[in-house]
Nanobody
């Protein structure tokens, strides 16, 4: 079964850290460019970070640069988002996205809630 499953979300105080995971199955993970997106209540879904197929290239939205780190383990078919110095404005549902190098379907996970609050 082709799927992406996010985990690791939760409630954290401002300044805290969380590590999100995105576990892939049913497709050749290493041939997909992977990204994290987030959607806050009442707002559009926003791109957060992207990592290349081999993991050597990464990019981030300005608001998370220096605080978030995207990574992947192709041997374990998993992508990660290490989030540090979290702020209330980071509160959102976080989604992972897989974009193939071919014409195959773009894949989305179901999301994991991150809430930053004291």
């Amino acid at each position: 079964q082709v799927q992406l499953v996010e985990s690791g979300g939760g409630l954290v105080q401002p300044g805290g850290s969380l590590r999100l995971s995105c576990a892939a199955s049913g497709f050749t993970f290493s041939t997909y460019t992977m990204s994290w997106y987030r959607q806050a209540p009442g707002k559009e879904r926003e791109w957060v970070a992207t990592i290349s197929r081999g993991g050597g290239g990464t990019s981030y939205v300005d608001s998370v640069k220096g605080r978030f780190t995207i990574s992947r383990d192709n041997a374990k078919n998993t992508m990660f988002l290490q989030m540090r110095s979290l702020k209330p404005e980071d509160t959102a549902v976080y989604y992972c996205k897989a974009v193939p190098s071919s014409t195959a379907t773009v894949l989305w996970g179901q999301g994991t809630q991150v809430t930053v609050s004291s």
